[in-house]
């Protein structure tokens, strides 16, 4: 692992020097996830790839560490629900939640009342809070998101195993972690043997991505990804080529178990040209992995007002085109990936119109979130366009294929 870290690694805050400390630290501590809750949740994405389940991957853009779990808990269960009612066949249930401290950022500064700050980039890294001390990158932060993680962990491991808590008898009804891989220092040190399967995991959390802004095949992130043998995901936007994902296929899928790697297209209005081509150019590399949608981070925009959103319409439209051309290609859409809030909240419009209006009930510290209203209406869609068709149909007949 050690050479990995000596990839370029972009995205990284300057930390200071009270990073080597913090970094020895989180070393010493206990792994947050074990190897077999990752292995577990990888048998779960086999069945998924056997066309035997399906995925609902959501919560919170950026965490924070005042947040509680149980209403994120609440909503991705009634969202999993919703599509094992309307489907009959199981859902793979996977939190953005427990570790999704950090957010990656296009711009380094923004301006603020009080004049250009730093932006920023998550609760493990600095403070949303507009001046210049609270957005200086703060090592000790990587601790606090550890114990903030840990904490959100235990609520989850609760909630899986008593009954009380809404635990259930279905076999499905574990419920998993993930965060986007970002902050290599903290995931390097977070490392830890895996005496189930051989090798290193990250035991930070159960399913752990790369983002569009990282995916470069050549550097440090995709090399971290390819080092573990966790579940992973990698993001793709409308500026991927078919080369740069064959790669990544073929690093991070084969030699593993079927389900290991997701690809998690974030396409906006350019899916149309950029997913068939895709598609067209992989070949028989594109059954090797578990297709998820991602129909917010390709539409974001600000209203008249200044504040970032998504119109609802266009996500829904994001869904169905995808379900649409993956059905044209002969394959199927595994899941969704959604950034959604349990708060009553309207940070994402219902249509284009709406942009002219001021949102009042808005508490993102980064982008818009599906309130739980309209990530029903966004599941809804998906399954009105033929998400889980094929797999319920195949287990009427007990075929898993």
Known sequence: MAERTRLPAVQQPDWGTELAAVVAELRRRPALV????CYSLQRELAAVAAGAALVIQAGDCAERFTDTMAGKLDLLTALADQVEVATGVPVVRVGRFAGQYAK?????????AHGPLPVYRGDAVNSPDEHPEARVA????????????????DALFLRDLLPPFGGTDHPHSVTYASHEALLLDYEH?????????????????????????TRAVDGAHIAFAEAITNPVGVKIGPDATAADVATLVTRLAHGHAPGRLSLITRLGPRLGQTLPRLLDELGPLARDVLWLCDPLHGNNLRNRHG???????????????????????????????????????????????????????YTTVCDARL??????????????????????????TGSTA
């Open 34 to 37: 074990t190897p077999s809750s």
């Open 104 to 112: 990656p950022r296009s711009e380094s500064t923004e301006t603020t």
């Open 138 to 153: 703060d090592a000790r932060r990587l601790l606090a998101a550890y114990d903030h993680s840990a904490t959100a962990l």
């Open 189 to 213: 040190a977070l490392v830890r043997e895996d005496d189930l399967q051989g090798g290193d995991y990250g035991s930070s959390g159960h399913l752990l991505w790369i983002g569009e802004r």
């Open 307 to 361: 504040q970032k959103t998504r119109v609802v319409d266009d996500v829904v439209a994001e869904v169905a085109a995808c379900c649409a051309v993956l059905r044209d290609h002969g394959l199927a859409l595994a899941g969704l990936h959604l950034e959604t809030t349990p708060e009553p909240v309207v940070e994402c419009v219902g249509s284009a119109p709406d942009l002219d209006r001021r949102l009042d009930h």
């Open 371 to 396: 309130n739980a209203e309209q990530a029903a209406v966004v599941v809804a869609t998906a399954l009105d366009a033929g998400w889980g068709a094929t797999v319920a149909g195949d287990s009427e």
